[in-house]
């Protein structure tokens, strides 16, 4: 099993910073992409940001310019900086791994997710 852990929530004003951070344990040799998705209350979760095991990047429109997504080499960390926060942003926001598993008819993939960190975004 993989297990991530996610830390670096907390209470910020708007215009201020925060680096998240999820720490990836376990199985994880078949990981292709670790991504961090957010859920407001009475919101579906959504993504927020990816980053693939070749390095690649992609994130929702409302953060681009704003984000940035990072891991180090191995990918047993990845990394969220957020900038310009609004409370538009305040979340739970929860770290997670997609693994692939090749194999022709008997591929399969794997996701799992952490417990999430608060993030909260005073006006």
């Known amino acids: 099993q993989v297990q991530l852990v996610e830390s670096g929530g907390g209470l910020v004003q708007a215009g201020g910073s925060l680096r998240l951070s999820c720490a990836a344990s376990g199985s994880i040799f078949n990981n292709k992409r670790m991504g961090w998705y957010r859920q407001a209350p009475g919101k579906q979760r959504e993504l927020v940001a990816t980053?693939?095991?070749?390095?690649?990047?992609n994130y929702t429109d409302s953060v681009k310019g704003r984000f940035t997504i990072s891991g180090d080499s191995d990918k047993h960390t990845v990394y969220l900086q957020m900038n310009s926060l609004t409370p538009e942003d305040t979340a739970v926001y929860y770290c997670?791994?997609?693994?692939?598993?090749?194999?022709?008819?008997?591929?399969?993939?794997?996701?799992?997710w952490g417990q999430g960190t608060q993030v909260t975004v005073s006006s």
């Open positions: 980053i693939t095991s070749e390095g690649s990047t």
């Open positions: 997670n791994a997609h693994l692939e598993h090749p194999g022709g008819a008997y591929s399969y993939t794997e996701d799992y």
